[in-house]
């Protein structure tokens, strides 16, 4: 049974740090592609910022230069840690981890599906007060 679980969310003033971590279990962690989306209300489910295996990131352009995104493989979890946080951060966090050796990676690629991950966790919440 796969499970991604978060953890880290809560409520912190602008400006403030948050510290998310995603434990994954029934997974090949250290071959998964793992990201951070979020949804706030009302919006649409977006993406925060990825890893590959290797290492290597990408990140929204409203995160750029405030979120830094890692991972652990020996201890199956990825991190986001979130700094100059403000209201427009506020949001529910989802992890997601996706095999780039599948399908699903393919359609998130090329942007068909973008959101197409072949797992999830339950999500954490964020709110940022100003």
């Known amino acids: 049974q796969v499970q991604l679980v978060e953890s880290g969310g809560g409520l912190v003033q602008a400006g403030g740090s948050l510290r998310l971590s995603c434990v994954a279990s029934?997974?090949?962690?250290?071959?998964?592609?793992m990201a951070w989306h979020r949804q706030a209300p009302g919006k649409q489910r977006e993406l925060v910022a990825r890893i590959t295996p290797g290492g290597s990131t990408n990140y929204a352009d409203s995160v750029k230069g405030r979120f830094t995104i890692s991972r652990d493989n020996a201890k199956n979890t990825v991190s986001l840690q979130m700094d100059s946080l403000n209201v427009e951060d506020t949001a529910v966090y989802f992890c997601a981890a996706v095999d780039p050796r599948g399908p699903s990676w393919d359609k998130i690629r090329s942007g068909v599906i973008p959101d197409d991950y072949d797992y999830w966790g339950q999500g954490t919440q964020v709110t940022v007060s100003s």
């Open positions: 029934g997974i090949t962690f250290s071959i998964n592609i």
